[in-house]
């Protein structure tokens, strides 16, 4: 759906919110007590879209220099799960494509004729998930800072029951 | 260490010179109550310095001294013959001995205690050492020492961890394992990880635009260190002292041990907290994780599901629809190609197939309104322009070109259904779901508070219970006064110990907060290299950690194992459950270890019986034992177990039962009974039962008759070799 793509972000989302709350392969059980609930960056990334999208906010992304690339790609997102407790993100993976083509202007009859590349096409996809995306990690730092305790499970819930438009 | 040898010399009841045998495997020592089974196993502790100060003041035989005159003084002694290991042809002998004098008023003084001890080389030299206790220990560590003797069947009871924290197990458990030695190299990376972190810092203070910053980042980490140093140091110390408190309520509430009312309490209790444990697991607070593997995410998807299908579906009726009006657009053009060389008026898809076909069933032209009947010209010529038609439509087909040269919609069709199955009714339940776990958390945190309520005043009536155990009315008082005071510190303590490992928790925090700033300017001045070799070497350090636990795990597994074993063959006929060891996590962040009787579903095994309770324990410490032996990768010594009445609830044939399992068991037992004896006209008899029952060595201890138990200087034991 996405090809080999993948979705960059605000560079300065890195360090205030992907490392942050991420475990990253770090001591699970320790990163957890400081916040870090979300297993992976793709984690993330999805709640930050997920809220955006929700909101109905987009938000475009600085230039180039100003983003980190995301190298994982969304079509092997979930693949490093060995455990029987998580299960597979090929839901979760379809759910980020519909809400990306609905909200994408494509003309599609032009890509099905050939008029118009279909690589543009996902790049234009890929786009709309980082605007939402981008949108959402604002909204999650402000919330953050607004805070004078350490976010737990609780406020990742509760952020996201609350976007709504 | 074996024990070859005891002799006692004017030891309490034991007046004289007493010498008794032991062989390397199962030593039996029968005797009927108040005829100096109890004295003897002191007399062995009090030579393996185990016996509580309070008891060490009266040691010598009171016929002993009574044969004293004034000023005259006498000795009293205990000594073990013992060797390294069963056969060894070095001897050692340890002596613990005190002397007494009768003082002028017929009062009674002792010297100070003397430990001594003899090596009887191989070649049959004597070497006389002065420390005693030393020898003993390099022979009998205390560590091993201090769980190697059991005094009364509840003394057997060494792992029980529910007053708070007994680290019996992991103790043993810990000399078992290499786990120390893991340590050790745990410890050396964690040095070396802190050289290259300092050589690290060294550089980058080299750079002096930064070095103000970074000295301020280091003053502040290690100011953080030295708190969470601090914290951990009184961390430990409450952690002790919680330790104690638990042991001093405990001993306490032996007093009432024995009221049912008790008892019942503390079951009900124990009940309450098992109820507790299983509401904890119904909380499940994991709402992150929830997010995916509950697919709450899309919790406000179906708006945009909707949207979806609608764009979706539109654009296929779109890609249709152009698609028709492509392929029509070719048919005409072709259609309009081939009526210029047939008849002007009609194009040759009219009248269509479907009419042409009906004309001809029906054998009427309804172009002209008239009749052609089948073979007639007009019926022919119907019948070529039909054929034609249709030779025309499947060319017309095949020559259109596609208007799309892909299909990517109809790709996505397939990926929109499966979608739909698998989480349509999962985003309407989503609410529901969230809702009904938010239930169900609630609803277990006030069940345990409930619980909790409950435990609280079942304390309260057990606090009151204590009180009215009391002996006399004074103590009675003083003893309630007591143990309340002590509950209250504990609940105090266990505050305090919360407290400080929530505020070592955020130490660890501004800590590693710190670490990555100073992380990153030592990124910033290039020392890249030590930087890597740091972490590696981190990395290092925490591996060891972690298979130092993992080898922990596995000896309770095997430990786990051998208990079981044992406890099948003492309960062979039996219905008796299963042993569970495990390891568990206190407030501290320590690891402690606890055992649990359970039934073969896993559910806690309520009120077994005496002597069921007493075989969960004498399993595990024949577990302990036959571990000791079976260590590999190093010349293991196997200690002596002392047991004092260890199996006063088991009936005879259950004893001798267990006694032959006993002697299956490597390593020495000495145990000492009070079964298969009976009094007959005040003698001491050995019943025939006693016949069934091997071991190495067996006697009977007796009191010399006749005696009067108000006067102990009528009282003597004798050994019978039996």
Redesign the interface.
Known sequence: ?FGTKSPAYNKKYKETLFERFTIQGG?TE?KR??GA???TNY?FL??GF?IG??QNNRLELPVKSEQTSFRHEIENWGSKRHTD???D?K??Q??LF??A??NTDID??R????DVS?DSAVTKLITTVEEYANAGFEYILEKVEERTS?PD??F??RL??Q??K | MIINKVALKNYQCYYGETEIVFGKDLNILLGANGEGKTKLFEAIMWVLDLLNKNQEHSVASEKAFDELEVGQSGTTSVALHVTREAGDRENYIIIKEKVFFKKPDGGIRYSDVEYKAVHETLAGERNFISDGKSTLNDLFPYEYRQYSNFEGEDALDIFDTSGGGDDSLVNLINLFSNAEKIEKYSKIFEEIYLKAKDAEEKASKSNSKIEREYKSLLSERDSKLIAIRQKRELQSETQKELTNLSKRISDFEKIVDNNEEFNTLNEMIKSREDKIKKQDLNISTEYVDFLFDRKWILMNFREVLEGFNKKYDALEKDRRDAERAHIQKQAAAKALVIASHDFTSLAVNVPDRATMQEMLDEEVCKVCSRRAEKGSEAYEFMKSKLEALVKDIEQTEEDIPELFKFNYLAELRNERVLFEERVTSDIDSTVDDIKRQFTLNTSAASEIKTLQDEIDDLVAKKSELVGGKGKSEDSYTSILADYMSKLKQRSAKEDYLKLYTSDIEKLKFDIDDLESKIERINALTGNEFLSLSKKILHSLSQTFEKVKNEEFDEILKDLENRSNKIFDEINVESFRGKIKIERYKLVSGRYSVGVEHVLNNGERFMDPNKSLKTSVNIAIIMAVSEMAQSKEGESFNSYPLIFDAPISSFDKDKSSQFLNMLKSIPGQKIIMLKDFVSKENGVVKVMEEFNSVSCDSSYLLSLKRPFNREDLTTMETQVRKL
């Open positions: 759906m001591s320790k007590s400081h609930f979300f297993e984690e999805l709640y997920f999208l929700y407790l998580r299960r993100f839901y979760v379809f759910a519909e809400a083509f609905l599609w009859l890509v099905e004729c050939g279909i350490t499970e609780m990742f819930l996201i029951t976007a709504k």
